[in-house]
């Protein structure tokens, strides 16, 4: 039998698995509160629901990776404060952000949260911590997906420049 051979959940975590796993907890822990904050501003129906299931993932994994942490003797960053909920109305449209800012702020949270669990992935030894974030990149996958497409139906989608034209190849 090999080195770090046994059950995975008895082996060390390594520190780059440590940063991590605290980081992703932490990175939830403010998306939960910046969230919260946007479903005050949000008044699209549709992006409520995404925003309802980035906080209900992001809970998700704040309770799996303190877990993590504290069964291998880490203290995982304290919890912020639950938001209050506030009617739409009650802030000042220059304070407000519109639901096509929030939309496109969640993406670009998404995607980089694909990026992080990919990286993680890639440098866990440890198979279950693998295999979690695995978990979460599919669900970060479909959440994408979803987010895309609102974003698509709803005219909010500001793409790159698209190639149009493509050059014409010369022939040697």
């Not at 060390?12 to 796993?21: L, S």
């Not at 404060?81 to 407000?96: T, Y």
């Not at 992080?116 to 693998?130: K, L, P, T, V």
Request: with cysteine; net charge negative; aromatic share 4%.
């Amino acid at each position: 039998m090999g080195i770090l051979s046994g059950n995975p959940k008895d082996e060390p975590m390594h520190y780059g698995e440590i940063n991590a796993t605290w980081m992703v907890s932490t990175a939830a822990k403010g998306a939960v509160s910046c969230y919260q904050a946007y479903l005050n501003h949000c008044g699209d129906k549709d992006l409520k629901k995404v925003l309802d299931d980035l906080v209900d993932q992001a809970k998700l994994e704040i309770k799996e990776c303190d877990t993590l942490l504290t069964d291998n003797g880490i203290t995982p960053a304290p919890a912020m404060p639950e938001r209050p909920s506030v009617k739409l109305e009650d802030i000042p449209a220059g304070a407000r952000f519109s639901d096509p800012e929030i939309a496109a702020k969640i993406a670009a949270d998404n995607s980089m949260g694909l990026v992080a669990c990919s990286q993680i992935m890639g440098m866990s030894i440890r198979e279950d911590i693998g295999a979690l974030f695995a978990k979460y990149h599919a669900t970060k996958t479909a959440l994408g997906l979803k987010i895309l497409r609102m974003n698509k139906e709803k005219g909010w989608l500001i793409p790159p420049p698209l190639q149009v034209k493509r050059p014409e190849l010369a022939e040697a």
